[in-house]
């Protein structure tokens, strides 16, 4: 793990930031610049860079995370007005932290 990654930093409990949701394989928080009412990210404990860099050995991971993103819409409610999941992959994909990530987006008045 890059020690210099700030949402290793995160996984780690080095910040202060307060998780939606922890288990043994995923982390969720609230971005700390919403675009959207609802807007969280979620996180594998696993350092992986990108999606550039999935591997066959991350393919459960990777499953769960979109699992877990329904779970999280169904939490925050938003499961029936919709949401859009996104990843950000590389600089000019808009990717700005390197350790893979996955937006939940939604809670827009319909
Ligand atoms: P990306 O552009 O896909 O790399 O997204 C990184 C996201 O992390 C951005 O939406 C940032 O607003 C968010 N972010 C950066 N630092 C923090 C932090 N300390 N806590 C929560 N979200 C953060
Ligand atoms: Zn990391």
């Not at 995923?26 to 009412?37: E, N, T």
């Not at 393919?59 to 999941?85: N, P």
Request: net charge neutral; aromatic share 10%.
């Amino acid at each position: 793990m890059p020690d210099n990654c700030l949402f290793c930093n995160i996984v780690n409990k080095q910040t202060d930031t307060r998780f939606l949701y922890e288990d043994d394989t995923y982390v969720v928080f609230k971005d700390i610049k919403p675009a959207a009412p609802v807007h969280l990210l979620l996180v594998p404990k696993m350092h992986i860079r990108s999606i550039n860099d999935l591997a066959p050995a991350h393919t459960s991971v990777v499953g769960g995370l979109f699992f877990l993103a329904g779970e999280m819409a169904r939490e925050q409610k938003i499961d029936q007005s919709g949401y859009k999941l996104l990843f950000n992959v590389e600089k000019g994909g808009g990717q700005v932290i390197f350790h893979l990530h996955l937006h939940l987006i939604g809670g827009w008045r319909r």
